[in-house]
């Protein structure tokens, strides 16, 4: 039969029909999975725990785009089951993991995946592997008698910080979709169940080598990190000491992850080590918080009383976390001066990426010799004003070269002291003026790195009580909304002008726990 005959006998009158494509599920992934290779002693195998009745909240088709879910032409019924953990996906190869982890600074001997299953990896199209774990998916044996359960609160605020923090450009783990059922949870009170899909290149921690260090499992220790180079880092296995390349590499990921925390003004909260990403990502979204009114101590989570994860102490915990990193490595990289040398990447790449930063949030392309000056006298004025730290930036960008009354008035206006924001404006300017600075470009490249919209505790409350249905049937419209606005945030989006606002005063008695 020629080419043409059979083409009319596919597709034409004949008897012989094509076969229409399979509805697209978690089932028609390209599964790949490496982390179940592992030995068993990595972690366990078994499978969610079935919801009642779930329905589907939300799902990111930025996320979906990357793994090559075509949501378009998705069976919906089977593709939320999928995300519930009501259904296995073919090919997929549920396990939750073990690791250990310093809390507060103070070693926990085993964690691990305590309410969250790794589903295993899906090839992308553009030949890159992502994890899937499904968060709130039931009881492990890590769940040290907790119930393994995540609420719609917590559940909604990772979801949107996930894409949230991929909008403004900051690694992180992604959040594909979000699935609530009406199952009881308890927790100070009782709430309703959901489960946030979550993706990443990996999901290891920290934690995970910690936990083989101290259990003196060094064979164990030196697989784990074998597998992390041959399919993180691959580019370390031709150094020297494929182990210190990747501390060091570890480090300066890091790194620039906690210059650009610092540069939006996030709190992470719980930076534990087990929440410290081998990637570099920003993971385990708990009590977080971006600051509004700027306070340089700001802690987020009213758990932690003695304020060790506060906004400016971020940096010198995750140095201390490296630190714990490093020697869990020791059995390995088999010499301490050496291991220290590896730590100091992020040292160095700490500070030539909060350089690079705050020029570039200041609209500076040269670097002048009292800049750092000039950027210290800023952060002391705008802690002593408590000035909202997302709209300062952002209206920065309209101060004009030559000082006008009527561009002033908007960046004036929001500090007490104006004599002392008037001072530093008069020097920044004629900081401008020294590299010949013009107004519409700087705009342009300050608007690029200083985001107009950020997710604000109070948006995010007031999409959780239209979740929870708190003024009447749930509504998860404000969700979706404030998830769109999010993943595009330097952009103007005129028609979205209410979540650029200052935050009300009520968003002032909003208070996060290690529970959130």
């Known amino acids: 039969m020629n080419d043409a005959l059979l083409s009319n006998v596919l597709v ?36 969610p725990q079935a919801l009642s009745a779930p329905y589907l909240i ?25 995300l519930a953990g009501n259904r296995a996906a073919q090919g997929s190869q549920p396990l939750a993991t073990v690791y250990a982890g310093h809390q507060f600074g103070v070693y926990v001997q085993q964690l691990g995946d305590g309410r969250a299953l790794l589903l295993g990896g899906v090839r992308a199209p553009d030949g890159s592997i992502w994890e899937l774990q499904l968060k709130g998916s039931g009881k492990t044996p890590y769940s040290r008698m907790a119930d393994g359960r995540a609420v719609l609160r917590s559940s909604v605020r990772e979801f949107l910080c996930s ?96 210059a650009q925390w610092q540069g939006v003004g996030f709190c992470h909260g719980v930076m534990n080590t087990d929440n410290m990403s081998i990637l570099g990502l920003t993971i385990d979204y708990g009590p977080f918080g971006f600051v509004d009114a700027f306070d340089a101590g700001h802690v987020c989570n009213h758990s932690d009383d003695q304020g060790r994860y506060a906004y400016n102490q971020q940096p010198q915990v995750a140095y201390w976390n490296l630190h714990c990193l490093g020697q869990a490595l020791m059995p390995l990289t088999n010499d301490v001066e050496q291991t220290r040398a590896a730590l100091q990447a992020f040292e160095v790449e700490f500070a030539r990426a909060m350089d ?19 950027i210290e006298r800023l952060i002391g004025i705008l802690h002593a004003g408590r000035v909202d730290w997302t709209v300062f930036w952002r209206r920065l960008g309209g101060l004009t070269v030559n000082a006008a009354v009527e561009n002033d008035a908007v960046l004036r206006d929001l500090f007490i002291d104006r004599a002392a924001f008037d001072a530093w404006a008069t020097d920044y300017r004629a900081r401008l003026r020294a590299e010949n600075s013009t107004d519409a470009e700087r705009r342009a490249l300050m608007n690029r790195v200083n985001p107009k919209f950020m997710l604000r505790n109070h948006l995010a409350e007031v999409a959780i009580r239209a979740a929870r249905g708190e003024d009447g049937a749930p509504d998860f419209d404000e969700l979706r909304r404030l998830r ?22 009520w968003a002032a008695s909003l208070h996060l726990s290690c529970s959130s």
């Open 58 to 82: 939300d799902i990111s088709d930025d996320a979906a785009g990357l793994i090559g879910l075509d949501l378009a032409h998705a069976d919906r019924d089977l593709l939320r089951d999928q």
């Open 163 to 258: 894409e949230a923090m991929a909008g403004l450009g900051i690694p992180t783990t992604r959040a594909l979709a979000i699935v609530g059922a009406d199952d009881p949870v308890l927790r100070e009170t009782v709430e309703t169940a959901a489960v946030v899909t979550r993706m990443a290149p990996s999901f290891v921690r920290f934690g995970h080598f910690e936990f083989f260090y101290w259990r003196q499992q060094h064979e164990r220790l030196r697989q784990l990190a074998d597998y992390v180079i041959d399919s993180l880092y691959p580019a370390c296995r031709e150094q020297a000491n494929p182990y210190l390349a990747m501390l060091a590499e570890v480090a300066r990921r890091t790194a620039v992850l906690i």
């Open 484 to 505: 769109q606005v999010l993943q595009r945030p330097y952009d103007e989006q005129c028609d979205a002008e209410r979540y650029a606002q200052l935050p009300p005063e």
């Open 12 to 47: 034409g009158q004949g008897s012989i029909a094509a076969a229409p494509p399979p509805a697209v599920s978690l089932d028609t992934l390209n599964w790949t999975n490496q982390y179940s290779c592992l030995p068993a002693g990595f972690y366990t195998r078994l499978g």
């Open 356 to 374: 690079h930063l705050f020029h570039a949030k200041l609209g500076l392309v040269t670097r002048l010799q009292d800049d750092d000056t000039l």
